[in-house]
Structure formats: C-alpha cells, structure tokens
C-alpha cells in the first residue's frame, strides 16, 4: 500500500502541525474538526504555521507553503473526511472514552485497506485497538511539538499491529520529514514523555504545595541547566487543556494541579501560547 492521502483528526496544537508538515511534504491532506468554528480556527493557525516555516526553516519559500496549503482540505463530516484516506491519525484529546467511540465509528466508515495511527502521549496502542475493529492496522504515531523543527515521530505497535504496518509507518514519518523513532515495546509516555511528564508533574508539585511560584521554578532550570524553557513555559506550549486531562489520570497533587489550572487558566480562557495567555503572556 502506498500512503498518498492522509486525514487527520483533530485541530488543536499537534492535530494543524501534522496536518500542515503533511501537506508541507507533498500529501494530500484532509483537516477533521466537529464544527466550522473549529475549522475556521484551523485556517487561521495554518496560516501562522506557514509563517512560522518561512521564519525558521532555511529551505522553505512562499511557493512551497502556498503549495503546502493548498493540498489541505477541511471537513467537519467524518465519514467525507475518511473514505479516501490510506492512513488517518487521530490527534483528539487524552480522554480514553472520547477515543474509543471516535474510533468505533472510524472503523465502521473508513475503507478497510485504511491504516489508523494515534498520536496520544499517554495511552497505550492496546487501550483502544479493540475499538478499531482493525488492531493489526492500528498503532501509536507520536510527534513533539514544533514538529517542523522538532522532528521525531515515535512508532509504536501493540501485540496485534501487523510488522509490515509499522515499518510502513516508520517509512511514512521519514517521507514527512520527521526522525522515526522505532519503540520496540509497548510504553506509557513512549520515550519522549517517559522522560518529559515525571519532569513537569515535579514542576507543578512544587507549584501548587506553594515552594514556589511558577516563573521562579522555571527561572531555576533555566539558569542552572541552559534550557531554552521551564516546564511552566513547556505547559503553555502544549496546551493547558491537554496538561489539564494529563493531569486528571494522575494522583492527588496532579489532581490539585488540574483543579488550579482550570479555575486560574482554562475556565478565563488562557490556554497557553494557541490563545496568547497561559502561565504567560504571548504576543501574537
């Protein structure tokens, strides 16, 4: 099977940067949200992206981001969204009941050659290969944020994912221009956030049992370690709504954690960087 259409589920951080360094890459792309506001939103982010290319990448043009752009489509009707699709990656929240209906109804809508990939950072592949209906064309693709200048994409099966499938995934993350990154064993967190979460939840530890305020704790590892970002400003990067249903799987100080980010953040609609305000402010 060759992969040349792709659909991607989802609007928000990673779901437009997937889509967009898809497209970017030659792919034809189809942009799935619930409704038009959220398309609309997604136009508009994939406009900054565009931006953000030309400002970082050395080899990018106003040609080929106006041509990237132009092989993405949007759709609010999932089943228009995916019956074409050779491979869909589904970049919804970290709500494992949310994840197992969409792909139930993906299963039964999607042709069934179609390859579905998730790009959650916390649940495992066999959490919701059942769901599919196709396990053995189901495993986890996994992107960090920026993906155009950040570009590892880690692949990971599940006891049922057919080894043809993976390297067919592994191969796809290269022709995207990413660095795959091949996960031999079912993890929690993958690599990248098998090393990232245990980091930022020490972070928001320390926050909210009051030993110090958000910008000091990232002042400090800054200073001391020269990271370009404290995990406060890693959180703003991510999304605060993710970092907030990251955080209700997660024991009485995450919880804590979460209910401090909602009341202070979420519910003024400061979600990070997307909306210009989270822990900090961001000019657009």
């Known amino acids: 099977m060759s992969i040349r259409k792709v659909t991607v589920l989802g609007t928000g951080v990673l779901g437009a940067?997937?889509?967009?360094?898809?497209?970017?890459?030659?792919?034809?792309?189809?942009?799935?949200?619930?409704?038009?506001?959220?398309?609309?939103?997604?136009?508009?982010?994939m406009e900054k992206l565009g931006h953000s290319y030309l400002n970082d990448l050395t080899d990018a043009t106003p040609e080929k981001v106006a041509e990237g752009t132009a092989r993405i489509s949007y759709a609010t009707d999932l089943e228009l969204a995916v019956q074409q699709a050779d491979l869909v990656i589904e970049a919804i929240p970290e709500i494992l009941d949310l994840k197992k209906k969409v792909y139930a109804e993906l299963g039964r809508l999607a042709p069934s050659e179609?390859?579905?990939?998730?790009?959650?950072?916390?649940?495992?592949?066999?959490?919701i290969a059942e769901a599919t209906g196709r396990p053995e064309r189901f495993l986890a693709l996994h992107f960090a944020n920026t993906i155009w200048l950040?570009?590892?994409?880690?692949?990971?099966?599940?006891?049922?994912?057919?080894?043809?499938?993976?390297?067919?995934?592994?191969?796809?993350?290269?022709?995207?221009?990413?660095?795959?990154i091949q996960v031999?064993?079912?993890q929690p967190g993958y690599v990248l956030n098998s090393l990232l979460?245990?980091?930022?939840?020490?972070?928001?530890?320390?926050?909210?049992?009051?030993?110090a305020s958000a910008e000091d704790i990232d002042k400090t590892w800054k200073i001391a370690t020269g990271a370009p970002a404290g995990p406060f400003e890693i959180y703003d990067t991510v999304g605060l709504n993710t970092a907030y249903n990251v955080a209700m799987t997660g024991d009485e100080t995450q919880k804590e954690f979460a209910a401090y980010i909602k009341e202070n953040y979420i519910d003024k609609g400061k979600l990070g960087r997307a909306t210009g305000e989270g822990f900090y402010k961001y000019q657009s």
């Open 184 to 186: 031999k064993k079912e």
């Open 17 to 45: 940067q997937i889509a967009f360094q898809t497209a970017y890459s030659g792919f034809e792309v189809t942009s799935y949200d619930i409704d038009e506001d959220k398309i609309a939103t997604a136009r508009k982010t």
């Open 197 to 211: 979460v245990p980091f930022l939840r020490a972070a928001s530890g320390l926050l909210v049992k009051g030993i």
């Open 114 to 127: 179609t390859i579905f990939a998730t790009n959650s950072s916390t649940l495992l592949p066999s959490d």
């Open 150 to 180: 950040h570009n590892t994409a880690e692949v990971m099966g599940h006891a049922k994912t057919d080894p043809a499938i993976f390297d067919e995934i592994v191969s796809f993350a290269e022709d995207i221009g990413m660095v795959p």
